[in-house]
Structures are given as structure tokens and as C-alpha cells.
């Protein structure tokens, strides 16, 4: 909810730098004032600083609306992740963490993105590779075809896990099977996404092989 709104008042910015720029260039190109330190104070602004303001919220707007589940859902070829994810009855990891407030809207986000100092950047460089993909090889698939051959670039680290499930808590000490894998989960040699664990993110998922 609160990427909602950050979303919202961003791209709201966006719009009105935007559409003052405009305005006060159209001013100046209809009344073609005098070279005034007013008027150039205004030009400054207009084709300047307003731009600059209007491309900054434009972005970050951009990269909030990016994380939103029905943006990835917006490629025909993932409809059917986004429907799964948003199943209530659904039991695969996608739509739990998706009936979590704490992922909400951004379940696909927060399990696919790359965690660290520059996260949100690097994660979106790499979903140009997507847009590739997509374009190139997808967009004339059925999404039936599409599903038979989309799969995950590499196996899911469980570090992706432990951003939130530390390994450190009692409660999660207390299951057997957590206490007897630690070491192999944390050095990934089990995944917690596998099938004798917590089972595949997605019903269509396919196992990569390392």
C-alpha cells in the first residue's frame, strides 16, 4: 500500500512539472517577452529545472510501479503466475507470500529482485533482459507454449530466503528438518524451494539444474 501511494504522488509530480514546464515554454513562445533576469529566471525553470524534476519523479515512479505484482503480470505469458500468486486457495510459495502484508502486492518483487546497496537499479537492469526475451522469442507464443519453456535463468538462492527467514529464531530451530539441514541450507547445497522442503515457488516451475 505504501509503494501505492509513493507511486501515485511521484507520478502526480511527474504530471505537474510536466505540464508547468509546457505552460510556461508556450508562454514565453506566444508572448516573446524581453529578455528580462525575470524571464530568463523563468526559462530557467521551464526548460530546466522542470524537466530535470519531471524525469527524477518520473523515475522513481517507474521503478515503484515496476515492482507491483499486475506489472509483472502484464506480459500475456506470466497472466498465469499472476493468477496462481493471487489464487487464495493456492498453496505454492508465490501466492502464500502474496497473502502476507508484508510482501502484499510486491510478493513477485521481494523473491525476485537483488538484494544490496543498489538492489531496486541492478534488478531493473536485468529485467531489460526480460523485455528482450519477451519481445523477441515470447510475444508470439501462446502462453501455453510460452509456459512449456520460461524458467528461472538459475537456481534460487536460498539467501533470497533468509532476508527474512534468518535461520536464527527458535521457532524456526524448533522444526527437525530446519535444524538438521542448517549447514546445507546455508551453503545452498539444499534449496528451500525444493520439492522434499516448501516445494517450488510457482506450479509451473521447472528445476534448473546447477
Known amino acids: 500500500m505504501a509503494s501505492w501511494i509513493i507511486n501515485n504522488l511521484f507520478a502526480a509530480a511527474a504530471i505537474g512539472c510536466a505540464i508547468i514546464s509546457t505552460v510556461l515554454v508556450a508562454w514565453f513562445l506566444i508572448r516573446r517577452p524581453a529578455l528580462t533576469h ?15 524534476a519531471t524525469a527524477a519523479t518520473g523515475n522513481v515512479s517507474g521503478f515503484e510501479g515496476t515492482k507491483q505484482r499486475t506489472f509483472c503480470g502484464s506480459c500475456h505469458v506470466m497472466a498465469e503466475y499472476q493468477q496462481d500468486s ?7 510459495l508465490a501466492a502464500r507470500h502474496a497473502r502476507n502484508n508484508f510482501f502484499g502486492d510486491e510478493n513477485c518483487y521481494g523473491c525476485h529482485a537483488n538484494y544490496g546497496m543498489f538492489g ?8 531489460l533482459r526480460h523485455v528482450y526475451e519477451y519481445t523477441f522469442h515470447y510475444h508470439q507464443m501462446s502462453a501455453a507454449e510460452a509456459r512449456a519453456k520460461i524458467h ?17 529464531l527458535p521457532l524456526w530451530s524448533a522444526v527437525r528438518e530446519h535444524a538438521s539441514l542448517l549447514p546445507r541450507l546455508r551453503d545452498g547445497t539444499v534449496s528451500c524451494a525444493s520439492a522434499g522442503c516448501h516445494g517450488p515457488a510457482h506450479p509451473f516451475s521447472k528445476v534448473v539444474a546447477k
Open 38 to 52: 525575470t524571464t530568463k529566471i523563468v526559462l530557467l525553470f521551464a526548460i530546466g529545472v522542470l524537466p530535470i
Open 86 to 92: 493471487e489464487d487464495p486457495k493456492s498453496l505454492s
Open 152 to 168: 528461472i535463468r538459475e537456481p534460487f538462492q536460498n539467501s533470497t530466503c533468509m532476508h527474512c527467514h534468518s535461520t536464527e
Open 120 to 127: 531496486t537499479v541492478v534488478t531493473k537492469l536485468g529485467g
